[in-house]
């Protein structure tokens, strides 16, 4: 009994607590709807409050925004009515104007009919003019026409030739003075040997016995000479002297110094002449391409090929009318290298340019080219600037220059040859260059004379005063000029003298 009361009271309990919070729940809810419902309508009064204001407040900006407009039109229609205003103004301005303009149309289209009759009157008039013009002249319109264009024609030339003189005169003056003070100073800055080495051609022998032992049994050493050195040894009746003839300069340099050694060891015979012979010729080799790395090393330049290097070195063997060629070049290239810099060109391809200028002397070839087309070709191949290639081509005018690191190289190569002592020429080319010289002025038509004098370096001719006047005086100084330019070959420059004068002669009896 007793578990069952444990048992039946604890669910009661269980039963009555739950009932309890039940009824509370129900409270509580009845109470929260309540609360719900007064907040709810607290709400849509205070909605309808605010309605009311924003409706309010709505109606008042409405007016606002209303007497803005309203403002706004009546502002735009009093700029409307100035605007009418002043474009009723400026019609009548129009208007006005218009009839002033169709007024004074009139009276133009009045004036033009005035002046074409004036013109007319003065057409007939000078037409009348005209005819007695001819009447008392003897000419016609035509050729009196033609009289005056002729007169303004010469005169025209006669001024523009004397306007060209002057031009020409004040343009060489001042080329002349600039070109004078780069050449001052670059002859002041160059220090280079001056030489004039000439390649020897013959042999001295102790003596007149010593040529029968170059001879040899039937012939049989100067041929083994004559073969390995492949020169020319001429023994004739020069007295104690062996001329050794080749257009090689290093063949011919090897052939003297192997007949040098020879006559000085005074064992001569074919052994000891091949002997003898290779022996120099790498002593010879060995020369030529020290040579050639020495003026490298003296001017600075670099990355020579060692075919440009062997090529330079054997210009140390050729001269040019006396002048040492490898000499020459080193000092066309210190020369160029100064104009360069006083120019404001490629100091080193001007220098590089300028020595590599004759390497077409030094190549072994079997053409018919010149040296010029031979060095070219030769910079090609050994991968020098295009603007090397130029200067070389075109330092004789074998071909046109096209920089200006080209005619640095030619002035350069005029200023070596020409100076006092660097080159030497035979009398007969020399008398022959003077006879040239004359015959080209005297062929041209109204020179009287001709003299060569300053030993070739001026000419001076006297032309006939009645045909040849001082326009045409010019004009024939620079054709013969020209013309001297293109037929011959000299060193430096050559100045032509035109002298045009009147000589009136009277004798006092």
């Not at 919070?21 to 849509?44: G, T």
Request: hydrophobic share 40%; with cysteine.
């Amino acid at each position: 009994m007793q578990l069952i009361l444990y048992i039946i009271l604890p669910l009661i309990g269980l039963i009555l607590g739950w009932i309890i919070r039940w009824l509370y729940a129900r409270v509580q809810l009845s109470s929260s709807e309540q609360k719900a419902e007064r907040i709810k309508q607290d709400a849509v009064k205070e909605a309808e409050a605010r309605k009311k204001e924003l409706f309010l407040e709505a109606k008042d900006q409405l007016l606002r925004e209303r007497n803005q407009q309203e403002k706004d039109f009546r502002e735009r229609r009093s700029e409307l009515q100035r605007f009418e205003r002043r474009l009723l103004q400026k019609e009548d301005n129009l208007d006005s104007k218009i009839n002033m303009l169709e007024k004074q149309s009139q009276a133009i289209t009045d004036r033009e009919r005035y002046l074409e009759k004036k013109e007319d009157a003065l057409e007939e008039q000078e037409k009348e003019w005209q005819r007695k013009l001819e009447e008392v002249s003897g000419l016609s319109a035509s050729d009196a026409k033609k009289l005056i264009m002729d007169s303004l024609e010469n005169e025209a030339k006669h001024d523009a030739q004397a306007l060209l003189n002057k031009i020409e005169q004040e343009a060489q003056l001042s080329a002349e003075k600039k070109a004078r003070e780069i050449l001052v100073a670059t002859i002041q800055r160059i220090a280079t040997d001056v030489s004039s080495e000439v390649t020897i051609a013959s042999v001295s022998l102790p003596s007149d016995e010593m040529k029968g032992r170059i001879i040899g049994r039937e012939g049989r050493n100067i041929r083994t000479l004559e073969t390995l050195t492949g020169v020319d040894v001429i023994i004739d009746d020069t007295p104690e002297a062996v001329v050794i003839s080749c257009f090689d300069p290093v063949r011919k340099e090897i052939a003297r110094v192997s007949l040098e050694r020879l006559i000085m060891d005074g064992r001569i015979h074919p052994a000891r002449i091949e002997e003898i012979v290779q022996k120099v010729k790498k002593e010879i080799n060995q020369t030529v391409f020290e040579e050639g790395e020495k003026v490298l090393f003296d001017l600075g330049i670099h990355n020579m090929s060692p075919e440009g290097i062997r090529a330079l070195g054997r210009l140390h063997f050729r001269t040019s009318y006396g002048q040492n060629v490898l000499q020459h070049s080193k000092e066309v290239a210190i020369i160029a290298s100064l104009i360069a810099a006083e120019v404001g060109a490629n100091r080193m391809i001007t220098r590089r340019a300028a020595l590599l200028h004759d390497i077409g002397k030094g190549i072994e070839t079997n053409g018919d080219g010149n040296h010029a087309e031979i060095g070219m070709d030769a910079a090609k191949k050994i991968g020098e600037d295009a603007r090397v290639i130029n200067a070389i081509g075109s330092h004789h005018n074998d071909i046109e220059p096209s920089c200006i690191e080209s005619v640095i190289v030619q002035i350069a190569d005029a200023i070596s040859a020409a100076r006092p002592g660097a080159r030497r020429e035979t009398i007969d080319n020399y008398i022959k260059r003077l006879e040239n010289l004359e015959k080209i002025a005297i062929d041209f038509p109204g020179v009287d004379k001709a003299y060569a004098i300053q030993a070739g370096r001026e000419l001076r001719i006297l032309v006939n005063n009645e045909a040849v006047n001082d326009e045409q005086a010019s004009e024939l100084c620079k054709t013969i000029a020209k013309k001297i330019e293109s037929e011959l070959r000299y060193p430096g420059r050559i100045r032509v003298t035109i002298i045009r004068e009147t000589r009136i002669v009277e004798y006092a009896r």
